[in-house]
């Protein structure tokens, strides 16, 4: 079957760096995102990775390793307002999205 | 960027009435739309594909006759929840992804559709 793991909760301090974790099995793979989604509201497309590395966005960079089936978002500089759910979602052979649990990060003062 | 726009944000109504959310691409032509649902605290599920001109593909578990979804044009899919129970209280969601650039093109979210059934 397909699986996507990644961590229910994480707590960090505003200012600080955090790094959410993701492993996935899945048929084939075309991609894997990230997506921060806010209490109450959609899901917004953060970070699209297809090749092995680093990819750095602002605050935010997303890795990936392909060998090891394996991705992270990285938050540096912490703001009140990262608090939310972070999603990990992967693009499979079918193009179909195989979408993670999320994780809930809360930032403390 | 894409944009996705959903609507109506909220609705509240009674027991066996039926409800119809529609979902926009306001930039671009999406021939396969996505509709999801959300419980509280709980992850995305997606709940069923629509394909512009063609039948949707719905999810294990997901009852179309409950669920009808219509995609009749290449900017407009609607789903209507057919005679809605409070059990059927949720967060949906619709998404689209540009097809301009490939099938691996980000989902884009309209802003979800709080329902609720007293």
């Known amino acids: 079957g397909q699986n996507i793991d990644q961590p229910t909760e994480m707590t960090a301090t505003e200012g600080a760096i955090v790094q959410i974790n993701c492993t996935y099995q899945?048929?084939?793979?075309?991609?894997l995102f990230w997506y921060q989604q806010h209490a109450g509201e959609a899901p917004t497309f953060l970070s699209y990775n297809v090749l092995d590395g680093l990819e750095e966005k602002g605050r935010f960079s997303s890795f990936l390793s392909r060998s090891k089936g394996y991705s992270y978002l990285l938050l540096k500089e912490l703001q009140m307002k990262d608090s939310a759910s972070y999603l990990c979602a992967v693009l499979d052979s079918n193009y179909q999205l195989i979408w993670g649990a999320g994780t809930k990060l809360i930032i403390k003062p | 960027g894409a944009v996705v726009s959903q609507h109506p944000s909220w609705v509240i109504c009674k027991s066996g009435t039926s409800v119809k959310i529609e979902c926009r691409s306001l930039d671009f032509q999406a021939t396969t739309m996505f509709w999801y649902r959300q419980f509280p605290k709980q992850s995305l599920m997606l709940m069923a594909t629509?394909?512009?001109?063609?039948?949707?593909?719905?999810e294990q578990g997901v009852e179309k006759d409950k669920f009808l979804i219509n995609h009749a044009s290449l900017t407009l899919s609607t789903l209507t929840v057919t005679s809605a129970h409070p059990e059927d209280s949720s967060f949906y969601i619709c998404?689209?992804?540009?097809?301009?650039?490939?099938?691996?093109?980000?989902?884009?979210f309209g802003d979800g559709t709080r329902l609720s059934i007293l």
């Open positions: 998404s689209a992804r540009d097809p301009a650039g490939g099938d691996n093109q980000p989902q884009h």
């Open positions: 899945t048929s084939g793979f075309n991609g």
């Open positions: 629509s394909n512009e001109g063609s039948k949707a593909t719905y």
